[in-house]
């Protein structure tokens, strides 16, 4: 049974323990994502801005793009179907753009960084999910660009931290099911 799902030697206490370790990854996932998305919000709330709107525009229009990708790679025809319509994107672009001024703002402000070691860890954390991690690590090293969208994380759990760190925060126990989205 254990060797089925890629334990070699088919040792059953080595699959608990890679299941355990899994559960457990996506736990600390799952909450730091829930916390990252509560200090979002609370940055938003606390500072309305006046957005230029050709930030939005040009928002709008990414979005647009990646959901007909979506729609694409998911073996839609895209060509066929009418334009989605921007209204639809209006408010998520909306607030990607304040996000990303707000974020700006404070990195700037507060000499925020992404380390080279915190860069490394999230992409071997990411790495650690595949059957040969090592040539996941490998194949972002290859091309800094690549690193781009580890740094950026890396950088926005940074200003989370930061906030965190700054706020007075209130703690919530929660389920598992709640957090994971069974309740």
């Given amino acids: ?15 608990r323990a890679e299941i355990e370790k899994n559960v457990k990854r996506e736990i600390a996932r799952r909450l730091a994502a829930r916390n990252k998305e509560a200090v979002m919000q609370v940055l938003i709330d606390a500072n309305p801005l006046e957005l230029p709107q050709s930030l939005v525009m040009m928002e709008i ?24 319509p921007a209204d639809l994107f209006r408010d998520q672009a909306a607030r990607r753009v304040a996000l990303g001024l707000i974020l700006a703002e404070l990195v700037k402000a507060n000499e925020l960084k992404a380390s080279p070691e915190q860069i490394k860890a999230r992409v071997e954390e990411w790495a650690d999910s595949y059957e040969h991690p090592e040539e996941v690590v490998k194949w972002y090293y290859e091309s800094p660009e690549r690193l781009e969208g580890p740094e950026n994380l890396v950088l926005e759990d940074n200003v989370v931290e930061f906030v965190l760190s700054q706020a007075k925060v209130n703690e919530k126990a929660v389920s598992f099911d709640e957090l994971m989205g069974n309740a």
């Fill in 1 to 15: 049974f254990a060797k089925a799902l890629g334990i070699t030697d088919g040792d059953v206490s080595k699959l």
């Fill in 61 to 84: 229009s990414r979005l647009m793009h990646q959901a007909k990708q979506d729609l694409a790679q998911r073996g839609m025809d895209v060509k066929s179907l009418p334009d989605l």
